[in-house]
C-alpha cells in the first residue's frame, strides 16, 4: 500500500504532521478524523508519487561491507535490550555516509508508519537482496532478532570475504597478462621496426620468424583503428549473446568444465550454498524459499538450473540430498552431509558446521588457482619474448656472418 504525508491540526490547535499507510486518502481521513485530528494537507510520498507516474525511483545504496556493518549495528543494539525504533534511530545518529543516512531515513520512516522491518528494506530495494530480507522476515516472524541478524552479519562478512580472496588470487595473473600484452605490443610497434631498417636497407632475405614479425607489426600499424574497433564490437557482441539465459547458461556449463578455474568456481558456488542455506534454514525459513533464495547467490546459471530441478523435486516430497546427487554439479561430501542432515534432523547444524570445510576447500582451490595460472602465463610471456628475440637476432647474426 501507499504511504501518504499528512498535516493535520489537532483537537488542542496545534500542528502535527507525518505519514500513514492507506489504500487512499479517503483513509487516510478516515485514520485522522478516528484520532480527533483535522487533516490540512495529504498527499503521496515521493517514492509513491513517482511509482504512481511510471518513473524509476533510485535511491543511494551502500556497498556490502557497509550493509554488514549496518546489519550487525543493528543487532548490536537489539541485543542490548534496545526497541527496534531506538535502535534504528541510534545507528541513525551514527551513521557516516550520507548514502546510510538516507536509507535509515527512509526505513525509520516507514517502521513508524507501521510497517515491517523487512517490508520497509524489500520496498527500498538494493542493497537488501533477496537474501537479506528473506533473514530480517525470518527475524520479524520468529522475534529472535539480534540473534538472527548476527547470523546474517556473518553471512554478509564471510562473502565479503570470499569476494575479496577471489579478487586476490585473480588481480596478480590479469596483472602479468596485461604486461605481456604491453610488452608484445611495445615490441611489435616500436622496436622491431627500428631495429630491422639497416638489415632491410642490405636488402637481405629475412628468416620466417623475422618475416612473421614484420608482417604483423605493419598489420598493427596499419589497422589499428580497425583491430580497436573489432574488439570493442566483439566485447559488445559478447555481452549481447551471454546476455541471453540459454547461452549463459552453455558458457556456465563449459566453464564448470574447465580444469582448475572450473573446480574453483564450483567450490566457491558449494561454500557459499551451504553456508547460506545453514543460515536460512537456522533461521526458521522453510526449505523452499531458502533453496529460492540460495540459488541467486551461486553466480552460475548451471548451478542454478541444477538448484530448480532440486526445488521442483522437494516440492513433490523428495528429499533434498537426492536430486543434489542427480544434479552432477555438487560434491558427494556435500550430499553425503545433507542426507544425515535430512534423516537426523539437524540439517540446519550440518549444513553449518560443513561450511568451514567447505571454505578451507576454496582456499586450497584459490592457492592451487593462483600458482598455476601465473605459471601458465609465465610460460606463455618466456614463449612470446623467445620468439620475438630469435626474430630480431636471427638477421642480425646473419648480417654479420655475411659482414665476416
Known sequence: MPTFRYQSLGSSGALASGSLVAPDRNAVMRLLA????????????????????????????????????????????????????????????????????AILDYIIERVEAGVTLH????????????????????????????????????????????????????????????????????????????????ILAAQRELPTPTVILMETSAFVQNWWLVILGALVLSWIAWRNWVAKPENRLRFDRFVLKVPVAGRLVRDIAVARFTRTLGTLVSAGIPILSALKI???TLGNAALTSAIDQVSDKVTTGQSLADPLERSGHFPPLLVQIVNIGERSGRLEQMLLHAAGSFDRQVNNSLKLFTRILPTILLIVMALLASFVLAAILLPIIELQNAIT
Not at 45 to 59: I, L
Not at 62 to 81: N, W
Not at 140 to 162: F, Y
Open 119 to 198: 517490508q520497509a528494506t524489500k520496498e527500498y530495494g538494493p542493497p537488501f537482496d533477496d537474501m537479506t530480507v528473506g533473514m530480517l522476515r525470518a527475524a520479524d516472524a520468529s522475534g529472535r532478532n539480534a540473534e538472527i541478524m548476527h547470523q546474517l552479519a556473518d553471512l554478509l562478512e564471510r562473502s565479503v570475504e570470499l569476494r575479496r580472496e577471489v579478487v586476490g588470487a585473480v588481480v596478480y595473473p590479469l596483472m602479468i597478462a596485461g604486461l605481456i600484452a604491453i610488452s608484445v605490443i611495445i615490441l611489435i610497434v616500436f622496436v622491431l621496426p627500428r631495429v630491422m631498417k639497416p
Open 34 to 101: 478516528e484520532k480527533g485530528e483535522t487533516p490540512l494537507a495529504i498527499e503521496l510520498s515521493p517514492e509513491d508519487a513517482a511509482a504512481a507516474a511510471g518513473k524509476k525511483v533510485t535511491r543511494p545504496s551502500i556497498t556490502r561491507p557497509e550493509l554488514a556493518d549496518l546489519i550487525r549495528e543493528l543487532a548490536t543494539a537489539l541485543e542490548a535490550g534496545l526497541p527496534l525504533m531506538q535502535a534504528l534511530r541510534t545507528v541513525r545518529r551514527q551513521a557516516a555516509s550520507k548514502q546510510l543516512q
Open 294 to 296: 540460495v540459488r541467486d
